[in-house]
T-cell receptor, first 113, second 112 residues
Framework: NAGVTQTPKFQVLKTGQSMTLQCAQD?????MYWYRQDPGMGLRLIYY???????DKGEVPNGYNVSRLNKREFSLRLESAAPSQTSVYFC????????????FGPGTRLTVT | AQSVTQLGSHVSVSEGALVLLRCNYS??????LFWYVQYPNQGLQLLLK??????LVKGINGFEAEFKKSETSFHLTKPSAHMSDAAEYFC??????????FGTGTSLTVIP
């Protein structure tokens, strides 16, 4: 099992460019999540998908969109990148809510210039 | 909403010394509690979790944590630090909802 995979690993964008971060899991998990990690701020939830076909906003959704393509895949799109979106992005998945732990991908390091 | 406070953004210990990383949470309902570890340039890995039952939870790599409801705490300990324990540690809380709430992390340095 690969677990949670993310592509790309690194990306540099210019302000105003768009891109999509891809995430896939092979654990048959129902729930998937996108976080951003910034120094001194821990992990902040951008969007999550409790089950296939549903998505909900997290703590910091502005400037992002998501698509739960199927049970395995959950993508994050930046329509018009801004320097404030420079961060490390993590995708995670879990069997469900509450007591179930989340499994994390290796992250995507994004720089917006 | 839940919140998690990790006291001390940086902790240094000598190799072989006790490791104590503090976590306090606020929750209006019985929580589920987690500790994760992040090594440089990697994702987060689960160390241990508390859901129900025994309040002292043992995890991987010799770590353990105790859920103390009266103190709303879930501190992480290891009796003897090893160089390989140097990493960032995150406490997280969940309830019956869909979201995790993470603390801001504690960076552990182990001094040889």
């Amino acid at each position: 099992n690969a677990g949670v995979t993310q592509t790309p690993k690194f990306q540099v964008l210019k302000t105003g460019q768009s891109m999509t971060l891809q995430c896939a899991q092979d654990m048959n998990h129902n729930s998937m999540y996108w976080y951003r990690q910034d120094p001194g701020m821990g992990l902040r939830l951008i969007y999550y998908s409790a089950s296939e076909g549903t998505t909900d906003k997290g703590e910091v959704p502005n400037g992002y969109n998501v698509s739960r393509l199927n049970k395995r895949e959950f993508s994050l799109r930046l329509e018009s990148a801004a320097p404030s979106q420079t961060s490390v992005y993590f995708c995670a998945s879990s069997r469900g809510r509450g007591a179930y732990e989340q499994y994390f991908g290796p992250g995507t390091r994004l720089t917006v210039t | 909403a839940q919140s998690v406070t990790q006291l001390g953004s940086h902790v240094s210990v000598s190799e072989g010394a006790l490791v104590l990383l503090r976590c306090n949470y606020s929750s209006s309902v019985p929580p589920y509690l987690f500790w994760y570890v992040q090594y440089p340039n990697q994702g987060l890995q689960l160390l241990l979790k508390y859901t129900t039952g025994a309040t002292l939870v043992k995890g991987i790599n010799g770590f353990e944590a105790e859920f103390k409801k009266s103190e709303t705490s879930f501190h992480l300990t290891k009796p003897s630090a090893h160089m390989s324990d140097a990493a960032e540690y995150f406490c997280a809380v969940s309830d019956t909802g869909n979201q995790f709430y993470f603390g801001t992390g504690t960076s552990l340095t182990v001094i040889p």
